[in-house]
């Protein structure tokens, strides 16, 4: 069994089952992908809770394992070579699971390109474009009297949904046929657009069908409703 008492985010945060991989995290969209991608793996983990109201993610502990602040991260006690691999930025968490797995990620080269590029897309555009417009709807930035932030996000918001919603025409999926670590990247992002942020009638939704259908059929999976709930509440 990998000895984890190493990495000082565990004197903080204990390993009770340090033979599985420990994930820390909060069902923020970021959050919830990799708990998504856990469960549709079926990979043993322990899920612990990070405290933003507390200021968990401030915390030396953590900062020793995400420099960045940010949720998620990960400890793997069985990385390469059999040695415990610590790991944050959610994107590269997918990839590291998804290609430690085989799974849910293309074994053709060209293919797993065209994954890597739909990632970037989410993790470049998607993400820190709909934060924006959230900072600037839902949350502090709604305060801002100007409203040239809010049209700005908005109006980058309806792009990159038609973009997706381009990608999607003809496929059930963004790469296809086949369900694949860029859906569970990107849809937990169109659901908080939705349910989190509450801004369809203003970025215009009805317009964008195909995300619609992409985006019930991702929540129906029981997979994707176990990883949305996790960590749960305390």
Same mark, same amino acid.
């Given at each position: 069994?990998?000895?984890?008492?190493?990495?000082?985010?565990?004197?903080?945060?204990?390993?009770?089952?340090?033979?599985?991989?420990?994930?820390?995290?909060?069902?923020?969209?970021?959050?919830?992908?990799? /708990? @998504? %991608? !856990?469960?549709?793996?079926?990979?043993?983990?322990?899920?612990?809770?990070? $405290?933003?109201?507390?200021?968990? =993610?401030?915390?030396?502990?953590?900062?020793?394992?995400?420099?960045?602040?940010?949720?998620?991260?990960?400890?793997?006690?069985?990385?390469?070579?059999?040695?415990?691999?610590?790991?944050?930025?959610?994107? /590269? @968490? %997918? !990839?590291?699971?998804?290609?430690?797995?085989?799974?849910?990620?293309?074994? $053709?080269?060209?293919?797993?390109? =065209?994954?890597?590029?739909?990632?970037?897309?989410?993790?470049?555009?998607?993400?820190?474009?709909?934060?924006?417009?959230?900072?600037?709807?839902?949350?502090?930035?709604?305060?801002?009297?100007?409203?040239?932030?809010?049209?700005?996000?908005?109006?980058?918001?309806?792009?990159?949904?038609?973009?997706? $919603?381009?990608?999607?025409?003809?496929?059930?999926?963004?790469?296809?046929?086949?369900?694949?670590?860029?859906?569970?990247?990107?849809?937990?992002?169109?659901?908080?657009?939705?349910?989190?942020?509450?801004?369809?009638?203003?970025?215009?939704?009805?317009?964008?069908?195909?995300?619609?259908?992409?985006?019930?059929?991702?929540?129906?999976?029981?997979?994707?409703?176990?990883?949305?709930?996790?960590?749960?509440?305390?």
């Amino acid at each position: 069994m990998a000895d984890l008492s190493r990495f000082p985010i565990t004197h903080r945060w204990p390993a009770r089952h340090p033979e599985r991989l420990q994930l820390y995290s909060l069902p923020t969209p970021n959050g919830v992908k990799v /708990a @998504i %991608l !856990l469960e549709e793996l079926g990979l043993p983990y322990e899920v612990h809770r990070i $405290d933003f109201g507390q200021d968990d =993610q401030h915390t030396a502990e953590f900062l020793s394992l995400s420099p960045n602040n940010k949720i998620p991260a990960i400890l793997d006690p069985e990385g390469p070579g059999g040695e415990p691999l610590g790991l944050f930025e959610s994107g /590269a @968490i %997918l !990839l590291y699971l998804a290609e430690k797995t085989g799974r849910l990620l293309p074994e $053709d080269p060209a293919r797993r390109y =065209q994954a890597i590029q739909w990632l970037m897309f989410q993790m470049g555009g998607i993400g820190p474009m709909f934060g924006q417009l959230g900072f600037f709807t839902k949350f502090a930035g709604k305060a801002i009297e100007d409203p040239r932030p809010r049209e700005r996000y908005v109006a980058e918001a309806r792009r990159l949904l038609g973009v997706l $919603d381009g990608q999607l025409k003809g496929r059930a999926w963004i790469l296809g046929a086949d369900y694949s670590l860029v859906d569970i990247a990107t849809f937990p992002w169109i659901r908080a657009l939705l349910e989190v942020y509450q801004v369809a009638d203003l970025v215009g939704f009805q317009d964008f069908p195909e995300v619609r259908r992409a985006l019930d059929a991702f929540l129906a999976r029981p997979a994707v409703q176990r990883g949305l709930r996790i960590p749960a509440a305390p």
